[in-house]
Every structure is written in structure tokens, then in C-alpha cells.
């Protein structure tokens, strides 16, 4: 397999990690608002049991550093962003600069593999 496609399968491990972050989030700040009844807490503790067998998987396909920062920076982005939209919730300046560094570093951190992708770099 390409070396060019060992990052893009990376990157979509960290994404896939990122979702079930972002719903199991989602369903606990459900839980929280009265919106879902307490027993939906168990889908959460059940997608973070995929997360390890998942991750493990992903380390076929990129560092551990790389694919836990990927995974961590994707997960608060989305997850911001849901909160943001979805649950209205307010995101000040600071947090806003926070935000477009974090979508830098994603950037910086797969940089190599979208060159490669768009075959910029041989």
C-alpha cells in the first residue's frame, strides 16, 4: 500500500473517532437538558468501548502522536461547533482564536498527506 495512503487512512481513523466523540457527547448533553432520559447514558459508555479496539486499528495507518492529536483537535473542533449551532451556545473571541488554531494545527499536522493527495508531491 502507498505510503500517501497510510495518512489519509490516519486521518480518517482520527475523523471516525472524532463522530463517535461528537454523538456521545451530544446524547450526554441530551441526557443533561432533560431532552433524553438517563438510560441513554449507556451509548456513550458503549461507543468509547470502540474507541480503544479503533484506535489500535488506526496505528496500522499513522503514529500514535499524530493520530491522537488528529483525533483530539478534529473531535473539539466538531464538537464546538455542534455545541455552537445546535445547542446555541455562546463562543467568545479567545475561544473563536482557539478554534482557527486548532483548524491550523490539523492543517500542519496532515500538511504532507493532502499535498500528496492532490499530487503536488511525488
Known sequence: MDK???GIYGLLIAFILAINDVISFGIAKLTFLKTYS?????VPVILYGLQLPLFY?????SSMSILNISWNLISNILVTLIGFFYFKEQVDNIEMVGLIFAFLSIACFTYDDILKLTNKVT
Open 38 to 42: 438517563i438510560g441513554w447514558l449507556i
Open 57 to 61: 486499528y488506526g496505528l496500522k495507518f
Open 4 to 6: 500517501e495512503i497510510f
